[in-house]
């Protein structure tokens, strides 16, 4: 069964490095999203993406996130100045555009360490 | 705007208890509804979901019945298993590719 896959796993970085998390979206599928999820709290919309741009964004994806589908497969987050507070699981999902639409299918995460 | 409220965790049962988490929710037009499982350790997986008034969704056994009067989407199982210990999350989306806005999670745990 085809899934969205994330990379790296895990990511420990010093505050105010730049950061880029992975995600390689279902084959096929058009629509592209980030979500967050802080330890024990609720998992966060951050924005999605669409045909080559941000479709909607939330209050949290400041100037400091931006996203990118750098080719065919890939779809990239880049937090360039990391805070303390970033530090969360980051969740990359897709859906496709027929049968499923509102259906989001999510990756493992990446957990992300800001130090 | 949209709202997910979801019972508050951690429950814990014993091994063939019967499971019922609720959830409501509030949200403009009609929403699809989804109730998203997280094992210890792992991402995000959908358990099941309804897109309509009356549909029941289900999957492994979980079962959960979008009922639009009381805007309500309760998560239900018979019989649960240790191996269904994790974190459950209820959440809608309005449709289309739009955001899915999630509950708070509920964390059952399940002990033999």
């Known amino acids: 069964e085809p899934e969205v896959t994330q990379t790296p796993s895990h990511q420990v970085t010093q505050m105010g490095q730049e950061v880029i998390l992975r995600c390689v979206p279902i084959?096929?599928?058009?629509?592209f999203y980030w979500y967050r999820q802080i330890l024990g709290q609720k998992v966060e919309f951050l924005v999605s993406f669409y045909n080559n741009e941000i479709s909607e964004k939330s209050e949290i994806f400041d100037d400091q996130f931006s996203v990118e589908r750098p080719d065919g497969s890939n779809f990239t987050l880049k937090i360039r100045s990391t805070k303390l507070e970033d530090s969360a699981m980051y969740f990359c999902?897709?859906?496709?555009?027929?049968?499923?639409?509102?259906?989001?299918?999510f990756g493992p995460g990446t957990r992300l360490l800001v130090l | 705007g949209d709202s997910v409220t979801q019972m508050e965790g951690p429950v814990t049962l014993s091994e063939e208890a019967f499971l019922t988490i609720n959830c409501t929710y509030t949200?403009?037009?009609?929403?699809?509804l989804f109730w998203y499982v997280q094992y210890p350790g792992e991402g995000l997986q959908l358990l099941l979901k309804?897109?309509?008034?009356?549909d029941k969704g289900s999957n492994k056994g979980f079962e959960a019945t979008y009922r639009k009067e009381t805007t309500s989407f309760h998560l239900e199982k018979g019989s649960v298993q240790v191996s269904d210990s994790a974190v459950y999350f209820c959440?809608?989306?309005?449709?289309?590719?739009?955001?899915?806005?999630f509950g708070t999670g509920t964390k059952l745990q399940v002990i033999p």
């Open positions: 084959s096929n599928h058009l629509y």
């Open positions: 999902a897709s859906s496709d555009n027929l049968i499923t639409k509102e259906t989001q299918y």
């Open positions: 949200a403009t037009g009609y929403p699809s």
């Open positions: 309804a897109t309509k008034a009356d």
């Open positions: 959440a809608l989306s309005t449709g289309g590719y739009q955001k899915v806005t």
